[in-house]
Nanobody, 127 residues
Framework: QVRLQESGGDSVQAGGSLRVSCAAS????????VAWFRQGSGAEREGVAS?????????APSVAGRFTVSKDTGNGENTVYLQMGSLKPDDTGMYFC???????????????????WGQGTRVTVSS
């Protein structure tokens, strides 16, 4: 059973940096993909970044050059990080991680292909 728990959301000033984490259990062995999505107020949920078990990443054009995704494996759990820099007020929203226990990451637009979701962590960027 896959379980995901996000943490690290905070309120920051525009131009600042923040790292959010996703503790993922149940995907330590075998192929998987973990992705970050975000949803602003009144907006649709959008894909931000993904990483597969090989460490291959995909970053949405809207955050490319500012956000990176990485992972760390230890003690039977994977932790996936989203490092966010040069934050803008438009980056405000709930950030969710999601997992798919299959080889390879689908396109970030394919939200329905992700089977497990966390509860989200809130990021607020003020100008």
């Amino acid at each position: 059973q896959v379980r995901l728990q996000e943490s690290g959301g905070d309120s920051v000033q525009a131009g600042g940096s923040l790292r959010v984490s996703c503790a993922a259990s149940g995907i330590s062995y075998g192929a998987y993909c973990v992705a970050w999505f975000r949803q602003g107020s009144g907006a649709e949920r959008e894909g931000v970044a993904s990483i597969d078990h090989y460490g291959r990443t995909d970053i949405a054009p809207s955050v490319a050059g500012r956000f990176t995704v990485s992972k760390d494996t230890g003690n039977g759990e994977n932790t996936v990080y989203l490092q966010m820099g040069s934050l803008k007020p438009d980056d405000t929203g709930m950030y969710f991680c999601a997992a798919r226990v299959k080889a390879g990451c689908p396109a970030l637009s394919r939200l329905s292909l992700f089977d497990s979701w966390g509860q989200g962590t809130r990021v607020t960027v003020s100008s």
